[in-house]
């Protein structure tokens, strides 16, 4: 026999397919098998009631960190894609600045290894551009691509030098591999804590000022020209990029770039409170970058939302705010600050942010299996949340191994209830399954 879900009386939202309405969506062993008011899958059909629920493709992530191989004390590949699940993720995309450094395919084949065992949550691996991060010497893009490596990044570092960022877009060409910036001047961030401007000169820390940020992008727009390879800027932080962006797509560049949901809901005067969990990289700006962001995702300048889970033990955050690594825990939220901070006001529809945190990110990492369709034969690769709950972040444990949350306290609107893996719960009635 095979295994039978229907989602009764659901609303599915799948902006790929442009549907957007309540109806019955039938899934049998790994597939959807039939969508449809009059989709029932006869007996022995276990059938939940999605009344008032969204179904939709199951969201994608293009930044995370997992921290396996080597920092299994702040996250491993398991608790990670447990959190992943329980946001309502199917796909991420981890970060290769673990130790070792995945700057080789047997450290992609570890991660992604591991990520099957748990088998929460698949796992795209990101390839190091440079081998060790370390900025001199490009990795061996072929067999990393080769390995199904769709992303490139020195996430955490820059790539500073401008002839280590040409060769990487030259290369990555020839196997449709994007190059991900994590765009940061070294010379003009040297010693950095927050955003500079009125509020770091208030609070007495020392300050980056927006252009550390755009100046690089600058740089990297043009040499995406020279090159015509494939660039993609990651947590673009402030309004002078997002303007840098639009031009650069104006001209017909292959870029595409992503947001976290705590640029698009922070600001820099919240560390008032010198809460370490807001402490990140890049930092917390003002309000008119927020608001640029925010514009920027709505008409699509920014791609796409992008958590950089960033976790970190207690420890590591409970010290002095100079002293405490940057970072913010991120997937388990996700969702929810999209819909309270974008979508309950009006300036994103529900398609648009379905579409934003999981059919963008799926097309960026050139992912058929995610980001929708969802339709009959198709892998049931899905989210099943519930737009009216409201919670408090940190009330319940969270499912990663880490607490440093940015949005610990806060009234959010919005809840998971069912993930689905390749038609497995992973995550069900807001439990993971594994
Ligand atoms: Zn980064």
Redesign the pocket.
Known sequence: MPSRVLFGAVRLVDPVAGHDAVTNVLVEDETISAIGRDATGGPRVDVLDCEGLILAPGLVDL?VHLREPGFEHKETVESGTRAAAAGGFTAVCA?PNTDPVTDNSAVVMEVRNLAEKAGLCDVFPAGAITRGLAGESLTDIAEMAEAGVRLLTD??QCVQSSRMMRLALEYAKAFDVAISQ?AQDAALSEGWQMHEGYYSAMLGLPGVPAEAESIVIARDLALARLTGGRLHV??VSAAQSVDLIRQGKERGLRLTADVTPHHLSLLDEDLVTYDTSLKV??PLRGVEDREALREGLVDGVLDAVAT?HAPHAAEDKEQEFDQAPPGTIGLETALAVLLTELVAPGRLSLSQAIERLSVRPAQILGLDEHGGPLTPGRPANLVVFDPAVEWTVGEQPFFSMARNSAFAGRALKGRVLHTMLRGTFTVREGEPTR
Request: aromatic letters at 0%; charged letters at 20%.
């Open positions: 930044h970060m996430d955490g994590h990651t947590h990289n890049p950089d």
